[in-house]
Structure formats: C-alpha cells, structure tokens
C-alpha cells in the first residue's frame, strides 16, 4: 500500500515538472501546500523503514522526495529551497540524507542504490542553485554540512568498497558546496589549530585574522586530501571540482595552506596513483579492471584540468617532481605517468616561457629542456621505456604539444623528437599520437628543416610507413595505418617542402608524390582482374586506390608556397599534377572505377586541390581538364565531377578574353548540368523520390550557384539555366539539409542577379544597345518568362519550407528568398499576388492540424508586404515566429510585436 501510494506521488511530482513553463507554474503553486506533508512523511518515514529493513520502500521514499524538491517555482533551478531554506523548515531531511551515506543496508546493491540517490539528492540541495534570501541562514546551513561531511570521514578513509562508496560521496557533496559557496567552504577560516594536511608534512597554525570563510575549511581540505588519495578512480573524479573551485577564490582570501601548500599536496597521489595506467597492465585486450575509454576520459578531461590548475599554483615545483619520478622511475607506467602530467600542462607551461615577466622563467626553462632532452636522447631515462608502445603514443603526444617550443628555443633537441615520433609510427597503437605529432614539428619548425638533406632523410623513413613499395609484379600491400594518420605524415612532409629552394621544392615534391603513384599503378596494373570480378577483395583494392589518390591530393593541397614567386617559377603543384596525369586519367577511364565514388571522388579532389594551389599557372591546363571532367561525369555520373566543376569556376571565373577557352567552360558547364537533369528526370521518371539523389541535386544546385556568383553572364545566358531553376523550385521543398540549402542559395542568387540584369536593361532604354547589352537584354527577357512560370510554384514552395520541411537553421535563407520575391524587382506586382494566392490555400502545413489559423496567415501576409517593407532583420524574425506557430511550437501572440 505504502509502495503504490510513493509511486502515484512520485508520478505527480514528475508530471508536474514536464510541464510547459505556463502551466507547471501553476500546478506548482496548486500544489505547494502539500510540500509540508512530503517533507514531514520523509522525516519520519525513511528512518523507521531504514530501522525495519525495508529498503525498497525508503527508496520509493527518496525518489518521491526528490521529485517534490525539484519543484521549484522557477523551472530555473534544480531545487525548491535552498539549503537555508531547507534547515530552516524541514531540518531533518538534510540529517536523514546525511545519515544515509555509509548506509549498512544487508544487501550491497541496496545500500549502493540509497546511498547514491541520498548523495545526488544532496548534490542538487547544496551545489548552485535556489538563492537563499538570508545570508546568515545560508552560511550556517552551508557549515552544517561540512560539519556533516566531517563527521563521515572515518567512514570515508576505511579501505575497501563501503569506504570508497563513502569517499566518493563526501568529494562529491564537498564539491557542490563550494560550487555554492567557495567563500566559506574554502576561504579563510577564523584563528585555530588545524591538523596535519596529508601528503605534505606540515603542522599548520590557523593564525589569520580574516574570517570570510567558515571554521571547516581547513579540516575539510585535509579530508579531501585524504579522498583523491584513495585508489579508487571514481572518488577523485568527484574530488576534481573542489580543488577547482578553491583556485577561483583569490590567494589572498584564501588561508596560507589552501594556496600553494595544498595544490603541492596533490603531486603525489595525481602523479603517482591516477595518472598511471594500473599496475601490471599490458594491453586493453587483456584488462579485466579497467575499461579504456572511462580511463581516457577521465585523464584526458577531468584529471587533465586540475593538473593545469596544480601546475599553475606549484610552478618549477611540478616540474621538478616530473623529473624526479622519471629519473627513479623502474617501470613504464611510472614513466609513461610523468609524461603525460607534462604533456596535461603544456598550454600554460608555454604560455609562462613566452612572457618574460614570468618569475620563474629561466628555471622553467632549463626544466623543460631537460626533461624533453631527457626523453629525445636515446641515452635517457625515459628513453629507454619507448619500447612500450603506450610509453610510446604518449611521448610522441608530447613532443606534438611542444612543437612551438621546439621551434622557438635555439638548443631544443628537435632531431631528437622527430626521430621520436618516426620511431612510433612503429606501433599501432601509437600511430595517431606520433602522426599528429610528426606534422606539428614539421609545420612548427618548417623554418629549421629547410635543407633538401634533411627533408630526404626524413621522407625516406616516413615513406616506409605510409606508401611501403610494392613487390616486384605484385598487387601494393594493404597498409594498416589510417588514411586520416598517413595524411598527417604527408602534410608534415609537404610543409617542409614548401620551405626549399625552388629547385629542391620540385624535385622533393615530386619524391615525395612518387612511392604513392607507384602504389597506384600496381594496383591499376596487377589488381584489374580481381577488380572487375567484384567481392570483398574487389572493395579493398578499390579503397587502397582512393586511399593513395587521396594522399596525393594531400600533398598537392599542401604545395603554398608564400611570398612572391620569382619570374619562370613553374610551380610544383603543376609539376605533380603533370606526373600524376597518366595515373588519373587511367582510373577515371577504367570502368570499374567509374563506379565506384570513392576513386572517383579523391581523382577530383587531385584536380580541385592542382588548381587551387597553382591558379594561375594552371590557366594553360583549363581547357583540357574542363574536357575531362565533362567526359568523367558523363561516365560516372559522381556529384564530385560537378563540385570540381564548380571549383574551376570559383578560381578562374568566367573566361572573356579566351574564346577557345570560354567556349570549352561553356561547353563543359552545359553539357554536365543537363546529363546531371536528364539524370534526375529518369530516376523521377521510374518512381525514385528526389530525396534518394540528394546528393546529385546538391552538386547539381552547387555549380549553377558557383557560375551565378562567378561567371553570372555565362550562367544567365545558358540553356541549363531553366532546368536549374526547376530543379532548384523542386529542391527547396526537400527536408534533407544539404540540398536544400544548396536551393535557396542558388535561388537568392539568381533572384538578385535578375533584378540587375532587369535594371541594367531598364537602364539601356532604346538606345542603340551594343552586343553585350542585346545580350543581357535577352537575357533580362529569358529570366522574366522562367520567373512568371515558376514563380507561383516557387512561392508555394518558400511558404510550405517555413511552415513545415525546411530545417530551422535554413529558416533565415527562406526568408532572404522570400523577401526578394515580394520586394525586388523581379517578380514585381505579381509577387505579392502570388503569396496571398498561397496563403488562402487550406493545403498548407499546419492549417490541417490546427496549428495555423486564417487569422494567423493574413497578419503575415499583412506584415510581410507592409510598405515600406519591415528592415531585413526584422523580417526573416517574423518569418521565424510564423513558422514557430505553423510548427506548433509558438502562438499568435508572437507576430504582434511586429504591427507596432
């Protein structure tokens, strides 16, 4: 009975507060009055069932209790009351939840269970959240439970599951108080004797005369102290935020042991206890204990940002602790441990070497020095554990976050950390770590390795990583790293590159670019058969192709070179894409390839990344690359021949003073935007929906929209030009993001683009015209005819995208798209014609639900065509509000700040 009546409260309390705000407001007033009785019920009825042994109901009792807490007037907060407020009224609900942390229920699970709902319970009720409205009953409250967290202490240091279970509840309620209060649970405590802190060796004597903060502050610092040295890695998780919260406070409003003395305290169990993978580890495959990805996440989040504030407070002191534990240091967790704590610090020990104000510079930089020569000298101590390949992934990790002061510190052992990070592209497991690592030495220190020596050497032992020869008559070998890690490698290399003398650039890019295409040609010579017969391995070698085009795209892209480039510079982009050339004209030939996106895709973004990186001296290879790509989708039909298609006009533009060549772009841009519509017509036409060829459609919409913005006359003055404008009508309608959004850019361009062509003929008047003016006249004329049959199809369309299929975050393009239509020159009259037409329709989204009103759609219509016209910010925020009511998410009363 007892159970069911909990059960029925706690749905109340739970459907009160799903409640929109409106309403919850007031079913929480409605109901305050019985907030008494759910108190005074927990007071007496979770002590007796703890007494009788009847855990599920004292369960029952604290979900219902929370519930009800959790009803404040607000909806801002997490709590009714606050702490204050709580102790005030209802005084034994902290003390019965209190009292049930190291509860010793007979059942292990049970007691877990209640004892992690009382501590969330007290987390919610102490940390930020419900103001109190009388300081002093804050403050008294807010002692009271570090008096109470005091009290659990013994409890807390006991070794085993209860003692950790306890532990990890007092860090956690210790942390949300002083997320509460940082004054008082960690300021300045009054004159006393405090004890000991543990782990530093000193007798404290609370001799201050500042009293901001309350009498615990002390003896509950020496308890935390005593919690994250605990073994148990959930107890110092939740201890993180006290010590966090203890730095906000000023120094000098804190007691002298809660400043420097207590952050020195942490080194030991931070560095030599939670920074360790455990003892006796050997991989993640054989661990039982641990699980890999809690343990990353609790170093790499957590752990990693009290070590910035320990580091920040200690200064050389971290430092010379780091050094210390290597230099004893006898197994590769110790090691690998200490790494990573400096690794954790490397943006403020950075930061501080950079400001020559900074006190202790000189000895932070003879520290980091030596640790970093220490760990790059294959004589030292921390050397000799990078057989360990998780030793390994870290070092390679902290040469990579160091990379600036590599570049900046003269005697910095940079030989060192580049060989560092080679050696572990070694390891598997440490290929991600060593790969980012290697390409921010290279571009960090691009300056200091500019010598064709250097980089040849360095390329010949990265090469046998990335893109390993082939045997003799043989298929090219999978390579087991990465595509995103192999690019890296490439990057780093390719920075270097750039730094050379013209001479050496070329002949070093072309290197470097060579191992890949001889990759390629095994592939394309030794592994047709097996390609064309189809099957898994059919797949492989079809990845192992893109994987290594996509390298050389990799390094093509990566061939800027700054600054002006001498007379004759023939630049080495080109030079790569003339190499590569046969390779890739081969692939887009080979029908196997044809079919298969991926190849198809990394050949295109070869070509895109040559002219991108070259643009003018790849002007002389137009003409002949927009022919391959034309031909290239017309055999493969991939939407990434239209977005090379669209990059080509983006870097040259239109082309006027070339006729041969204006009539290749021509040709090109006609040819493939109507295969690409006949495309969609046939997969229309055989009951596809449009959706299933988004991609297409984009691609389709993204170059129509490049030529717009690019080559406007080319674009206006195309017979394609109305397919795209059809396609695009029928695009804005999509849900899917991606071609929608390609749809109303395209849309507002051409919208724009008419309106000037339409004034510009206007403008001509009858005079004489000259042959561009004839020109954009007819081409004025054209954009009028399409405009007059789609417009009212396109209007209908820009209503139904707001009020139901486009994404919300397309909403301010609809409205640019929108605005044209009723106030620019295009559509002119008609325009508003054809919305009000729109809005009459009882076929439009939300009108069948309800959701939209008549009365709704004519106060859009009216402030939508009010003249003058509402200012651009202010119309696509209505447009946004009507949507919101179309969607059901908003109401009428939302468009009236608009009449005013």
Same mark, same amino acid.
């Given at each position: 009975?007892?159970? *069911? ?33 759910? =108190? ?23 979900? *219902? ?76 409250? +807010?002692?009271? @439970?570090?008096? @109470? ?48 802190? !543990? ?27 005593? *919690? ?250 999978? $390579? ?221 919409? =993204? ?15 195309? !017979?394609?030009?109305?397919? $795209?404008?059809?396609?695009? $009508? ?107 037409? +729109? ?37 696509? !925020? ?23």
């Amino acid at each position: 009975m007892s159970d *069911c009546a909990l059960s029925m409260l706690t749905a109340l309390g739970d459907e009160i507060n799903n409640m929109d705000k409106s309403r919850r407001k007031e079913l929480v007033a409605a109901t305050s009055s019985h907030w008494a009785d759910i =108190a005074a019920l927990a007071e007496r009825f979770i002590p007796e069932h703890m007494v009788a042994g009847t855990y599920g109901l004292v369960h029952g009792a604290l979900v *219902c209790l929370q519930s009800w807490l959790r009803l404040s007037t607000d909806a801002g907060t997490t709590c009714r009351l606050s702490p204050g407020q709580l102790a005030a009224q209802h005084p034994a609900v902290l003390t019965c939840l209190f009292g049930l942390l190291g509860t010793s229920a007979t059942e292990p699970v049970t007691a877990e269970r209640i004892e992690g709902l009382a501590c969330e319970m007290l987390c919610e009720l102490l940390g930020p959240g419900t103001a109190g409205t009388t300081p002093q009953q804050e403050r008294a409250a +807010v002692d009271a @439970a570090a008096a @109470a967290l005091l009290g659990l202490g013994d409890i807390a240091l006991t070794p085993g599951h209860v003692g950790a279970r306890v532990a990890r509840c007092v860090a956690a309620v210790a942390s949300a108080l002083a997320q509460r209060d940082a004054e008082t649970i960690c300021g300045c405590a009054p004159p006393a004797t405090s004890p000991t802190a !543990a782990g530093n060796g000193r007798t404290v004597s609370n001799d201050s005369t500042r009293a901001s903060g309350g009498q615990h502050v002390l003896p509950l610092a020496e308890l935390m102290l005593h *919690c994250i040295a605990r073994p148990e890695r959930e107890v110092c998780e939740a201890a993180v935020e006290y010590f966090l919260m203890v730095n906000t406070l000023p120094s000098e409003a804190r007691h002298p042991q809660m400043v420097r003395p207590l952050y020195a305290s942490l080194l030991q169990p931070l560095v030599h206890r939670h920074a360790r993978y455990p003892a006796g580890f050997s991989s993640w495959n054989e661990e039982v204990n641990d699980d890999e990805e809690a343990f990353h996440r609790f170093r790499d989040q957590s752990l990693s940002e009290l070590l910035e504030t320990v580091y920040l407070m200690t200064g050389p002191t971290y430092l010379t602790h780091l050094q210390d534990t290597i230099s004893t240091a006898d197994m590769w967790q110790a090691v690998e441990g200490a790494l990573y704590c400096l690794k954790a610090v490397a943006c403020p020990v950075k930061n501080n070497l950079n400001c020559s104000q900074y006190h202790h510079l000189q000895q932070s930089n003879q520290l980091v020095q030596a640790l970093l020569e220490d760990l790059c000298s294959p004589a030292g101590k921390a050397a000799a554990f990078l057989g360990n390949p998780y030793t390994c992934a870290t070092a390679a990790g902290l040469v990579g976050a160091y990379a600036a002061w590599f570049a900046a510190t003269t005697a910095a052992p940079l030989e060192g950390a580049l060989r560092l990070s080679l050696h572990a592209l070694c390891f598997a497991y440490s290929w991600h770590a060593a790969a980012l690592a290697f390409r921010a030495l290279c571009v960090r220190c691009a300056a200091k390795l500019c010598s064709a020596a250097v980089f040849h050497n360095l390329a010949a032992v990265a090469v046998q990583a990335v893109a390993p020869a082939p045997q003799a008559g043989q298929v090219a070998s999978i $390579v087991p790293m990465p595509l995103e890690d192999r690019q890296a490698v490439v990057d780093g290399l390719a920075h270097i590159v750039t730094c050379l003398n013209p001479q050496d650039a070329a002949e070093g890019a072309l290197s470097l670019q060579q191992p890949h295409l001889t990759r390629t040609k095994a592939i394309i010579a030794h592994g047709s058969t097996a390609a064309a017969q189809g099957g898994a391995a059919a797949k492989q070698l079809l990845v192992n192709l893109a994987d290594e085009l996509q390298l050389i795209a990799v390094l093509v892209k990566g061939m800027e070179f700054p600054g002006q480039h001498p007379a004759g510079f023939h630049h080495p982009a080109m030079k790569l894409l003339e190499a590569a050339w046969p390779v890739l004209s081969a692939v887009a030939e080979a029908p196997v390839c044809q079919q298969d996106r991926a190849a198809v895709e990394a050949v295109c973004e070869v070509y895109k990344h040559a002219l991108q990186t070259a643009r003018g001296s790849a002007k002389p290879l137009l003409s002949t690359l927009l022919k391959a790509v034309g031909d290239m989708f017309t055999a493969t039909h991939q939407p990434a021949c239209l977005d090379l298609l669209a990059a080509i006009t983006e870097v040259f533009g239109e082309a006027k003073n070339a006729p041969d060549l204006a009539a290749a772009q021509r040709q090109a841009f006609d040819g493939a935007v109507l295969a690409a519509s006949n495309l969609l017509v046939s997969r229309t036409t055989a009951g596809q929906p449009l959706s299933a060829s988004g991609e297409l459609l984009r691609s389709l919409l =993204a170059v129509g929209d490049a030529h717009l913005v690019f080559a406007r006359e080319l674009m206006l003055s195309s !017979a394609a030009l109305p397919a $795209v404008f059809e396609w695009a $009508v029928a695009a804005a309608g999509l849900r899917e993001k991606e071609p929608a959004s390609a749809a109303f850019s395209f849309l507002s361009h051409l919208l724009a683009a008419a309106g000037k062509v339409m004034a510009a003929a206007a403008a001509a008047g009858t005079a004489r015209p000259d042959p561009e003016q004839q020109a954009a006249a007819a081409a004025a004329m054209a954009l009028q005819a399409s405009i007059a049959v789609h417009g009212e199809p396109l209007t209908w369309t820009v209503v139904a995208a707001v009020c139901d299929t486009a994404p919300r975050q397309l909403l301010r393009a609809v409205a640019g798209v929108l605005y044209q239509l009723l106030h620019g020159t295009v559509a002119g009259s008609t325009g508003p014609q054809w919305l009000l037409k +729109v809005l009459q329709s009882q076929d439009l989204p939300g009108m069948a639900a309800g959701l939209l009103k008549p009365s709704d759609c004519e106060t859009f219509a009216k402030l939508a065509l009010r003249q003058p016209p509402l200012p651009r910010g202010r119309f696509d !925020a209505m447009l946004m509000d009507f949507a919101a009511i179309a969607r059901g998410e908003g109401t009428s009363d939302a468009l009236l700040a608009y009449e005013l």
